[in-house]
């Protein structure tokens, strides 16, 4: 046995991630799968990226949990079908009680009024034509808010909620004669304007400046706690994750490999791409930013023609010859929440059977 095992505690083997609250959860997703064609010559189909293929994952209001994986493991693809930007190939995702694998226009409108959206470039998600009111209560007049002065009462509120103060300094800028860090206020403050029920996050703070990053987390923290929001925070960096997700998922090759609330994930990592991406972390400290730290060694697989059995097989030393370049690793317990998709763990009871091999 390995290191990796004798590291992981087995606290609790009773208790698997899901507890059977149904009720509770507003957003289930089952066995997704998001694949884009490809085309030759714009006509002639040559095959599929498979950026999602076969996730599951569930939320309960007011929980936070964050998704980390490193570039091209299909993050943004899982976001977007959760914001029904993409529509899905296979699987189903069940939002608020209902499935929304399929929903068009008006209920489509409905289902982004509960979901805010912040993505990574707060500069490109800004229109730059726009000054910050028009911009913040856009939303609202596209959900049909009328009343003028009941818009411009909710942008108020909304930058006050972000910091943006005082507010009269900032209703009437342009994107470009903000900050980084007060673009992404922006955008925050828009994504927060219907009153979202989740909010999904993707790399808030990776193209900000190191000094404002630990801000921007933190008040999405505040925002979360004083909402009672769920969000999905998605990152390539562990090290920002423990500033307010309860819970981490660990994607690979559209995949998710291991997840665990967020304490025994960091503290007792089991899968061996978790071990490479947290010594490959780097810390949003300022004061800490000087510590260069190097990715996973080697290339992430191609999503068109993944690797057979573990998709992390060619990057990993711990690989069983004839069992983890032929099999996909089942999902296996490891107690308090903790689950792992890797054969190191196969004495340990089986979560998930995935069928074997994908053609
Ligand atoms: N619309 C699309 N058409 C074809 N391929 C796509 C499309 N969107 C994403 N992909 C591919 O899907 C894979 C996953 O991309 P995705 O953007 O989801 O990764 P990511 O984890 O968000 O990466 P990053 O950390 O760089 O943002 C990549 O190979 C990407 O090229
Ligand atoms: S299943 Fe095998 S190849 Fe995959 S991470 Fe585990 S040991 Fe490594
Ligand atoms: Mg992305």
Not at 204 to 219: G, N, T, W
Not at 282 to 297: G, R, Y
Not at 335 to 354: E, S
């Amino acid at each position: 046995m390995t290191e990796y095992i004798k590291n992981v505690a087995v606290k609790n083997p009773d208790l698997s991630v899901d507890d059977g609250e149904e009720d509770n959860f507003i957003l289930i997703i089952e066995n997704l799968k998001v694949y884009f064609e490809l085309r030759k010559r714009g006509i002639q189909h040559a095959g599929f990226v498979r950026a999602v293929d076969g996730v599951d994952l569930k939320l309960r209001r007011g929980e936070t949990i964050a998704i980390v994986g490193e570039s091209g493991c299909g993050k943004t693809s899982l976001m977007k079908t959760i914001l029904r930007i993409n529509t899905p190939t296979g699987g189903t995702i069940t939002f608020d009680g209902e499935i929304i694998n399929d929903l068009k226009s008006n209920d489509l409108k409905n289902l982004r009024r509960k979901i805010g959206f912040v993505q990574q470039d707060p500069y490109g998600a800004l229109a730059p034509f726009m000054d910050v009111q028009t911009i913040i209560e856009e939303p609202l007049k596209i959900n049909g808010v009328k009343d003028r002065n009941e818009r411009y009462e909710r942008v108020r509120q909304a930058l006050e909620e972000v910091r943006l103060t005082p507010v009269e300094d900032f209703l009437k800028k342009f994107p470009h004669q903000l900050s980084g860090g007060q673009q992404q206020r922006v955008v925050i403050a828009r994504a927060m304007i219907l009153n979202p029920i989740l909010l999904v996050a993707d790399e808030p703070v990776s193209m900000l400046d190191a000094s404002v990053r630990v801000e921007i987390l933190k008040l999405l923290r505040t925002l979360q706690e004083e909402h009672n929001l769920a969000v999905i925070y998605i990152t390539h960096d562990l090290a920002t994750v423990r500033y307010f997700s309860e819970f981490i998922y660990v994607m690979y090759a559209g995949q998710v490999i291991e997840k665990a609330p967020e304490s025994q994930l960091i503290n007792e990592t089991a899968h061996p791409y978790s071990h490479a991406l947290l010594a490959a972390t780097s810390d949003p400290d300022p004061k800490n930013v000087d510590e260069f730290q190097e990715v996973p060694a080697g290339e992430p697989p191609s999503l068109v023609a993944p690797p057979a059995g573990c998709r992390f097989h060619p990057r990993c030393d711990q690989m069983i010859s004839g069992l983890c370049d032929v099999k996909r690793p089942s999902e296996f317990d490891l107690g308090n929440k903790h689950t792992v998709a890797c054969w190191l763990f196969k004495d340990r009871p089986v979560v998930y059977d995935f069928e074997t091999p994908e053609s």
